[in-house]
C-alpha cells in the first residue's frame, strides 16, 4: 500500500478512536482491538494489502520500537506510582513480579517441554517471551494517575513496571544455554551473577539515583529562573541516560527506566511537602502534576519548588503517554496484519493454558499469606496482559541466536499469544472493572 495511504489509514484510526472514545471506554471492545481487527483486515489472509515477515529488517525494527514504547512506558508507570515504599502495594507487585513470575515461566517450560517435546532452552525462551506483563497494553487495569490508589491497580502496574526485569534475565540464560555446549554450570553460575544478581539490584540503583538526582537539579535550575517552559526534553533525557548507563554496565535498563520514573516522583512528593510546609493553601498532599493548569502557563511564575515540579511531572506524563500509545497503536496494527498468516492452532492452546490456568495459579501461589481478597487475586491472576514486551524479547530472541526449534514456529506461537491476550482480556476488562466497582460501592454502602 503507498505511504499516503498509510498516512491516511493511521490518521483516520486516530480520529476515529478519539472521536468515539467514550463509547469504546465503556463497551467491551478497546482501541488496541480495533487496531488489531484492522490490521487482519489489511493483511494477506483478508484484503492483502500489506504483509509483514519476520525478515531480519522487520525484526531489527521491530525490537527497536518495542523497546523504545517499553522504555518510557516503564518510567510512566513508575512515575505514576506516588506510594510510600511501606505501602503494602510495593509488597504484592514484588510478589507478583518475581515469585509469581518464575513460577508462571516455569509452567510454559513444563507446558513446552512435555506438551510440545522443546529442548529445555527453547522451552525456557518462549517462557521469558510469553510470562511477562506488559506496562502497555495494561494500560486499561493500571493506575490512571498518582491519585489512584486502588489497590489492584496498584498491584499490576508495580508488577508491570518490575517483571521485565525478572523476565529478561531468564531469556538471557536460554540464549547462553543455547550457545554453549559442554558442562553449563559455569554458564548458570556467570548469569545468575551478572545477569540476576547485579541486573536487577544495579538496574534499580541506577535508575532510582538517576532519576531521583537529575530530577532534583532539573526542578532547582527550572525553579532558580522561573521557567515554565515546556520541560519534556527533561524527561526524555533522564530515561536515555539511566537507560544508556544501566546497558553499559550490564544492569537492566528496563528496572532502570521504571526506577528512574519511581525516583523522579519521590522529587516531587518532597518538594510538594516542603512547598505545603509554607503555604497555608497547600497540604502536600496533592500530586503537583495537579495544582498547575497548562492554559495558564504563559501567565505562570512559580514562586515555589513545588509548582515547578508541577510542570515537570505533567509535561514529562503527558509526553509519555503519548509516545508510547502511539508506537503501541502502531506495533499492535503490525501484530494484526501479521497474526492471521503466522496463526498458530499450538500458540492458541498455550494462550488458553497460560491464561486460564498457568498464570491464575501462580499468581494464587505466590499471594498466599497476603491476606487479599480472593476475588483480587483471581482478577489478579486474569490480567496478565501480553503485548509489546513479548514482542521485543521475541525479537531479541531472534536476533540473539534462539536455535532448537524453527523460528516461524515460535514467532506464530508468540503472535497468537499476543493476539489472543488482546482481544481476550480487551473484552473482559471494562466488564470484570464495572462488576468489581459495583461491588466496592455495594459493600461501602452496606456498612
Known amino acids: 500500500m503507498p505511504t499516503l495511504w498509510w498516512f491516511v489509514l493511521i490518521g483516520v484510526l486516530l480520529l476515529a478512536t478519539s472521536f468515539l472514545s467514550g463509547w469504546i471506554r465503556r463497551g467491551p471492545v478497546t482501541a488496541f482491538a480495533i487496531f488489531l481487527v484492522v490490521g ?14 519476520a525478515t531480519p529488517s522487520n525484526v531489527r525494527w521491530l525490537h527497536l520500537a518495542a523497546e523504545a514504547a517499553l522504555v518510557v512506558s516503564l518510567f510512566v508507570t513508575g512515575l505514576k506510582l506516588r506510594l510510600p515504599f511501606r505501602d503494602p502495594g510495593w509488597r504484592m507487585a514484588v510478589r507478583l513480579a518475581v515469585p509469581a513470575m518464575v513460577l508462571t515461566a516455569a ?17 525456557l525462551a518462549l517462557a521469558a517471551i510469553v510470562s511477562p506483563t506488559d506496562p502497555v497494553l495494561a494500560s486499561l487495569v493500571s493506575v490512571d494517575d498518582a491519585r489512584d490508589d486502588d489497590a489492584l491497580r496498584v498491584a499490576l502496574s508495580g508488577e508491570a513496571g518490575l517483571n521485565d526485569g525478572t523476565a529478561l534475565p531468564l531469556l538471557f540464560l536460554a540464549l547462553a544455554l543455547m550457545a554453549h555446549t559442554g558442562e553449563t554450570s559455569g554458564v548458570i553460575a556467570h548469569w545468575f551473577a551478572v545477569d540476576v544478581l547485579w541486573g536487577l539490584a544495579g538496574g534499580l540503583l541506577i535508575g532510582f539515583l538517576g532519576g531521583w538526582g537529575l530530577g532534583y537539579v532539573g526542578t532547582h535550575l527550572r525553579h532558580a529562573t522561573r521557567d515554565v517552559a515546556p520541560s519534556d526534553f527533561m524527561a526524555i533525557g533522564i530515561v536515555l541516560v539511566v537507560y544508556a548507563l ?22 516531587e512528593v518532597l518538594l510538594t511537602k516542603r512547598s505545603g510546609a509554607h503555604a497555608a493553601h497547600d497540604s502536600g498532599d496533592e500530586p503537583a502534576e495537579t495544582t498547575v493548569n ?3 502557563r504563559s501567565r505562570s511564575t512559580p514562586d515555589r519548588p513545588g509548582e515547578s515540579v508541577g510542570w515537570v511531572v505533567s509535561d514529562a506524563l503527558s509526553f509519555g503517554e503519548t ?27 498455550i494462550a488458553a493454558a497460560l491464561f486460564v490456568i498457568v498464570r491464575p495459579v501462580s499468581v494464587w501461589i505466590a499471594t498466599i499469606g497476603s491476606r487479599v481478597p480472593w476475588q483480587r487475586r483471581i482478577l489478579i491472576g486474569w490480567f496478565g496482559i501480553r503485548g509489546l514486551g513479548s514482542l521485543n524479547y521475541l525479537a531479541f530472541a531472534l536476533l540473539g ?15 497468537t499469544v499476543v493476539a489472543t491476550s488482546i482481544v481476550a482480556h480487551g473484552v473482559t476488562v471494562t466488564p470484570l472493572m464495572n462488576w468489581r466497582q459495583r461491588a466496592i460501592e455495594a459493600k461501602r454502602q452496606s456498612r
Do not use: C, H, Y
Open 323 to 349: 509516545f508510547e500509545r502511539l508506537i503501541a497503536f502502531s506495533l499492535v496494527l503490525a501484530v494484526g496484519i501479521a497474526a492471521i498468516p503466522a496463526l498458530s492452532a499450538t500458540g492458541v492452546w
Open 401 to 415: 541466536g534462539f536455535t532448537g526449534v524453527d523460528d516461524a514456529v515460535l514467532v506464530g506461537i508468540v503472535l
Open 107 to 123: 509452567g510454559v517450560v513444563a507446558i513446552a517441554q512435555v506438551g510440545l517435546g522443546w529442548p529445555f532452552a527453547a522451552a
Open 40 to 53: 487482519a483486515l489489511l493483511g494477506p489472509a483478508m484484503l492483502d494489502l500489506a504483509a509483514l515477515r
Open 294 to 296: 497548562p492554559n495558564e
Open 246 to 267: 544501566a546497558k553499559l554496565v550490564d544492569a537492566s535498563g528496563f528496572l532502570a527506566a521504571f526506577a528512574a520514573g519511581v525516583g523522579l516522583r519521590r522529587v
